[in-house]
């Protein structure tokens, strides 16, 4: 447990570039002893493969001279003192009174098992021997008729060989360590150069409050580069735009909001101080302070329900029900009807969009319709013409009035919050109805947009699907 506390520790305290670069370096180096390692295994293994090639051609020649002449156990050449000299040579015999010992010793070491060979007991073998002091390589091999032959070759050059090939090597190793810890920094410091800059902006929007940062990228754009980390910058700096967007729309709302709360608490103000000096005052303006205290008092409870309704980003899943189109437009306009009295309300409905449904809230999808309906009717001089068609596959719902119009200039801030035309100023409203109406059906996934259609007025499409 206290091992793992360690480990988490030092991960904890290692920065992310120090570790990569640690990581790539072991790996390199793994790799570099790897390849070492097996080149001396092969290098090893090829200057010992030499030299029992040669001592299998000495043992073939040895062999045949023997059998032709027929020679006891004795020792043939013993010239193995010398690096350049030819192998040297003995016969040995299986059993030890065999062995000629008397008369003469022989010059390479004999034991059992060389003796086992004689007897066709065992295989050819090779074996490192030393002879006069010196390292040789040594081949035993049966020559039948109870005997064997041992040859013998100086192997110095191959024991130097391999000493000076692992010198090499471990240096060639070493280097390679060496050179892969500084590309593997390289290599960490390059790679995470954008997760670099990516901490750099996030502490700087930290510590400034300002979502105005980004990080740089490469010329081009993220693609310019095809990795990772380039779309993991990219795709942090569309995240600070949409929450600067969203930072400034707040900063926008709270603006907008307190300026038009201003004006009606300021007029609930007076009215509240006046009825509390209410002894002093006619009964006649007891009753017109009364009655604007209350109509001020609903003004200011719809402005903040409306700011409250644009607050939320999105429909409450559980009321989404399939709403048919037509009944929905229908109950709007006969409520329509009811709110404004002295206006006509027109309505045709296509027969190619009747049973058309969509998935959504009914009441939120009512109040979109009320608010167009309304706008309408606050502006047109003559009857408020609703249609409900089929276009394709989609379904359009259209609200027009015949009123004074969109001037050019307006017609790309409808939609904003707390916006109103210079023809709207003067009349009643807080310029946020039509903004909802767009939030309801963006949430809805329809398109709402607002024309200058011939003839004047005002004409709002709202499509769902298509």
């Not at 006619?282 to 644009?310: F, K």
Request: net charge positive; aromatic share 4%; charged share 25%.
């Amino acid at each position: 447990m206290s091992g793992e506390r360690r480990r988490l520790s030092w991960r904890r305290r290692r920065p992310l570039r120090t570790r990569l670069a640690l990581a790539a370096t072991a790996a390199v180096a793994l790799v570099a002893v790897g390849v070492c390692a097996a080149a001396f295994v092969v290098i090893r293994y090829e200057l010992l493969h030499q030299v029992e090639l040669n001592l299998t051609q000495s043992a073939s020649r040895a062999t045949q001279e023997v059998r032709q002449n027929g020679d006891a156990p004795r020792v043939l050449s013993a010239d193995c003192r010398y690096l350049a000299a030819p192998a040297c040579a003995q016969v040995v015999a299986a059993r030890p009174e065999q062995d000629p010992r008397g008369r003469e010793s022989y010059r390479l070491p004999v034991d059992e098992t060389a003796r086992e060979v004689a007897a066709g007991e065992r295989e050819p073998y090779y074996s490192a021997v030393t002879v006069h002091g010196r390292p040789a390589r040594m081949l035993t091999t049966p020559l039948g008729e109870g005997r064997a032959l041992q040859v013998a070759l100086r192997s110095d050059t191959v024991r130097e060989g391999v000493r000076q090939a692992a010198l090499l090597l471990a240096a060639v190793g070493a280097a390679g360590v060496l050179v892969a810890a500084g590309l593997g920094f390289w290599v960490s410091r390059t790679g995470l150069a954008p997760v670099a800059r990516l901490t750099a902006t996030a502490e700087r929007i930290t510590r400034t409050r300002d979502a105005g940062h980004r990080i740089a990228l490469p010329p081009g754009g993220a693609q310019a580069r095809e990795d990772e980390l380039s779309r993991l910058a990219a795709s942090f700096n569309t995240m600070l735009g949409a929450l600067e967007q969203s930072v400034a729309a707040q900063r926008r709302l709270v603006a907008d909001a307190s300026h038009e709360l201003r004006t009606p608490l300021t007029a609930l103000r007076t009215n509240t101080e006046l009825l509390a000096r209410a002894d002093r005052l006619t009964p006649a303006q007891r009753e017109r302070a009364s009655a604007a205290l209350g109509r001020q008092l609903r003004e200011v409870t719809a402005l903040v329900n409306d700011l409250i309704e644009l607050a939320r980003d999105e429909e409450p899943q559980p009321l989404v029900e399939q709403v048919e189109l037509v009944a929905l437009v229908r109950h709007a306009v006969a409520e329509a009807r009811g709110h404004w009295p002295t206006t006509a309300f027109a309505l045709h409905v296509a027969p190619a969009a009747e049973g058309a449904a969509v998935p959504g809230v009914p009441a939120r999808l009512t109040r979109l319709l009320t608010n167009l309906l309304d706008n309408a009717a606050k502006f047109s001089d003559g009857t408020v013409e609703s249609a409900v068609l089929a276009v394709g596959d989609a379904t359009e719902i259209t609200v027009r009035d015949h009123g004074p119009g969109l001037a050019p200039e307006d017609l790309p801030h409808v939609f904003d919050r707390f916006y109103r035309a210079e023809a709207a100023r003067a009349l009643p409203g807080s310029g946020l109805g039509l903004a909802m109406a767009q939030q309801i059906a963006r949430a809805h996934g329809a398109r709402l947009t607002a024309e200058r259609p011939e003839g004047g007025g005002a004409l709002f499409r709202l499509r769902f699907g298509g």
